[in-house]
């Protein structure tokens, strides 16, 4: 059976998307041969017909009493992991530079901005964790408060009261992101076509049958360059003999680790985070894959539990220098824009740590901004001086943030 759907798997990557290809570049002929403005006008044609509605916050499927309850216990143990977080560097003779919030992310829960949409988490207000989605501007960039860029926008305190007024506001026009989302979709097989989950306070457009907002359309060219480089089909192969394991340093509110489960369901997905972002990847996640093996590493002791089992494994940064103890091979890292966000120090004990523990096979994916005019720094130089094997990933749209690259020890 897994032979027969891994043979259908390799088919469908080979030729649906040349065939879909070849009918845009007709497609394309036909529109230039259009006068000035029509093109555009019929590639909004193309698009509206394609919506069928927009999805608000409050259409989404409400947390249960159980949900609800699991997420509360989810936010007892990040707080415990961020009030014991001191005292374990102290104890254990870390390197509080790296193991303490930096660079970008520089400050305590109780006094950053960036820490703002945790903070309304920990709070254990049902509303909030209902439409989580709403506070996760500061790991998108992206308000889906507001269905627009995050610059310059607070994370919300609380459910704004007027938010399906905001909501029938977006309805109405045709978004940057849903265009995106059509012209990359163009080059992949149906079944890569993601869609974002009716759940935890997600808003976007019905289009071709999908949920779709900025974070898909981002969370469809990682999943598209992914596939281009054969990730995609080594993960679902899984590796020889076990579970395959993938890795992101840095899992946000989760939303990447979502769509790589979905499609790769066997593997075991563990993300190493500051604990106030593991409050959001871990209630979102446990919530929509309830039925897993997912473990809170609480205690060092915990990273390797059940890591031969599908589900999710939520290791706090601070815990990095026992990962390598607990023996589990890699075979696919993964960091996305959040590197070049570090301090240097901070970067390069990830990677050092990701070469030391990746499978004979394994790989690191990454996708990140050079931030130096920003006054940070430019991840890939710290890469290359640890990786030495490089491969440069593209796609026929482009990219939008960070220069994809895979490297090998």
């Known amino acids: 059976m897994n032979n027969e759907k891994n043979s259908r798997y390799r088919i469908a990557r080979r030729w649906v998307p040349r065939l879909e290809r070849a009918l845009n570049r007709v497609i394309s002929s036909l529109l230039h041969r259009l006068p000035p403005g029509f093109g555009a006008r019929a590639n909004d044609y193309r698009i509206r017909r394609r919506i069928s509605g927009f999805v608000d916050p409050a259409e989404n499927e409400r947390l249960s009493d159980a949900e609800f309850a699991r997420a509360r216990a989810v936010c007892g143990d990040i707080r415990n992991l961020i009030a014991g977080r001191i005292r374990y560097i102290e104890e254990n003779g870390l390197d509080a530079g ?39 501007q500061v790991f998108t960039g992206y308000s889906l408060a507001e269905m627009r860029p995050a610059e310059g926008l607070l994370a919300p305190n609380c459910v704004p009261h007027d938010l399906s007024a905001r ?86 509110f989760g939303g990447l680790a979502y769509h790589l489960k979905t499609l790769t369901p066997s593997a075991r997905y563990i993300i190493i985070d500051l604990p106030e972002s593991l409050a959001f990847s871990a209630i979102y996640l446990t919530t929509l894959f309830p039925d897993r093996h997912n473990v809170i590493a609480v205690s060092p002791g915990l990273i390797a539990k059940d890591v031969d089992q599908p589900g999710f494994t939520f290791v706090p940064n601070y815990f990095c220098h026992r990962f390598e103890e607990s023996g589990i091979e890699i075979d696919l890292a993964i960091n996305t824009l959040s590197m070049s966000e570090m301090a240097a120090r901070q970067v390069t004990a990830y990677c050092e740590m990701i070469r030391r523990s990746l499978a004979p096979d394994g790989v690191f994916f990454e996708q990140n901004q050079d931030n130096r005019h920003l006054g940070m720094i430019n991840a890939e130089d710290l890469i290359s001086g640890i990786f030495p094997g490089r491969r440069r990933l593209s796609l026929p749209t482009g990219t939008v943030c960070g220069s994809p690259n895979v490297w090998r020890a």
């Open 167 to 252: 909501m029938r506001q977006a309805a109405g026009r045709i978004d940057e992101w849903v265009r995106r989302y059509m012209e990359l979709s163009r080059y992949l097989p149906h079944f890569l076509r993601i869609s974002q989950p009716s759940r935890l306070g997600e808003a976007g457009w019905r289009f071709s049958g999908r949920l779709v907002n900025h974070d898909a359309y981002v969370y469809l060219e990682r999943i598209a360059l992914l596939e281009a480089c054969g990730q995609l089909e080594r993960m679902s192969a899984g590796a020889a003999g076990r579970h395959p394991v993938i890795l992101e340093i840095g899992g946000g």
């Open 98 to 136: 790296f193991c303490l919030p930096g660079a970008n992310w520089n400050g305590y829960l109780e006094n950053r901005a960036l820490f703002s949409g945790s903070a309304a988490l920990l709070r254990e207000e049902y509303d909030v964790i209902n439409n989580l989605r709403l506070f996760s």
